[in-house]
T-cell receptor
């Protein structure tokens, strides 16, 4: 049983397209996150939801829109994709905020051509 | 901007050697975690340290939280090729939902 699963694993698309990445966790965690990992492997928070409520929205272009239909799901929709959006996107979840660490999905490698 | 600086950035060693990775900040953290990330996978939580001066051991890995809770170290004894990966420290300062990751240390252990 995968604790945090995200799909797809790989996504290759053309500039200007719209795409979505899905994430589901079966851990019963209250908080879910989207992170972007750049080519230097630095992980940067994009969004955080606690019980379906947005609590963190970093300086991310509004082409990126998260949606949380319930506390077990947090999807990421990206409009008008740009070359600079190419990166690995990770979904994660945690219980009781961040103090006890996160469980990560295996990542979605997005390549915009 | 809060930063967690890790050193060294890259480390390539022979099997059997010992190593230490450092994680430093000017901020005080309520807790700090260490993760290992392998290629094509997400980071996997190794340990959480909470109390200043705390030491935790996980087989050949020893984690220490600084007395002032501003820094941490990870020591690996007799490194093995299976230890190869990206090591990340991360933490949240008290009273914030903001959780930041360190700059990462890429370790390669050669057989």
């Amino acid at each position: 049983d995968t604790a945090v699963s995200q799909t797809p694993k790989y996504l290759v698309t053309q500039m200007g397209n719209d795409k979505s990445i899905k994430c589901e966790q079966n851990l019963g965690h209250d908080t879910m996150y989207w992170y972007k990992q750049d080519s230097k492997k630095f992980l940067k928070i994009m969004f955080s939801y606690n019980n379906k409520e947005l609590i963190i929205n970093e300086t991310v272009p509004n082409r990126f829109s998260p949606k949380s239909p319930d506390k077990a799901h947090l999807n990421l929709h990206i409009n008008s994709l740009e070359l600079g959006d190419s990166a690995v996107y990770f979904c994660a979840s945690s219980q009781q905020g961040a103090g006890y660490g996160y469980t990560f999905g295996s990542g979605t490698r997005l390549t915009v051509v | 901007t809060q930063l967690l600086e890790q050193s060294p950035q890259f480390l390539s060693i022979q099997e059997g050697e010992n190593l230490t990775v450092y994680c430093n900040s000017s901020s005080v953290f309520s807790s700090l975690q260490w993760y290992r990330q392998e290629p094509g996978e997400g980071p996997v939580l190794l340990v959480t340290v909470v109390t200043g001066g705390e030491v935790k051991k996980l087989k050949r890995l020893t984690f220490q939280f600084g007395d002032a809770r501003k820094d941490s170290s990870l020591h690996i004894t007799a490194a093995q090729p299976g230890d190869t990966g990206l090591y990340l420290c991360a933490g949240a300062t008290s009273g914030t939902y903001k959780y930041i990751f360190g700059t990462g240390t890429r370790l390669k252990v050669l057989a």
